[in-house]
Nanobody
Framework: QVQLVESGGGWVQAGDSLKLSCAAS????????MGWFRQAPGKEREIVAS????????YYADSVKGRFTLSRDNAKNAVNLQMNMLKPEDTAVYYC?????????????????????WGQGTQVTVSS
């Protein structure tokens, strides 16, 4: 059974940084497509960043491009999301997701339905 556990969320002020981690168990994720999503109150879940199976391409939503960085930590069987220059509009519950289904190794998936397993989420609150 695959489990994903996010950590690193918290309350920060605008301009601060946070690093989220998503630790996986039950499956090695080094060659699996992974994604980070977020959901703000009253809004739909949206893609933040994703990485393809080959780790050759990383997708970023326009709203976070240049501020957030997704990376793999293969030693810890985890993926991280470094978030810099945080803004109040980044406030949301952040989820990591794993795609177990096969597909083109070059694809970085951006839709919720593309993923098979989800973490429980971690709250990020950014005050102005």
């Amino acid at each position: 059974q695959v489990q994903l556990v996010e950590s690193g969320g918290g309350w920060v002020q605008a301009g601060d940084s946070l690093k989220l981690s998503c630790a996986a168990s039950g499956r090695t994720i080094t060659s699996l497509a992974m994604g980070w999503f977020r959901q703000a109150p009253g809004k739909e879940r949206e893609i933040v960043a994703s990485i393809n199976r080959r780790s050759s391409y990383t997708y970023y939503a326009d709203s976070v491009k240049g501020r957030f960085t997704l990376s793999r930590d293969n030693a810890k069987n985890a993926v991280n999301l470094q978030m810099n220059m945080l803004k109040p509009e980044d406030t949301a519950v952040y989820y990591c997701a794993l795609r177990l289904r096969t597909g083109p190794g070059s694809n970085a998936y951006t839709e919720s339905g593309d993923y098979d397993y989800w973490g429980q989420g971690t709250q990020v609150t950014v005050s102005s």
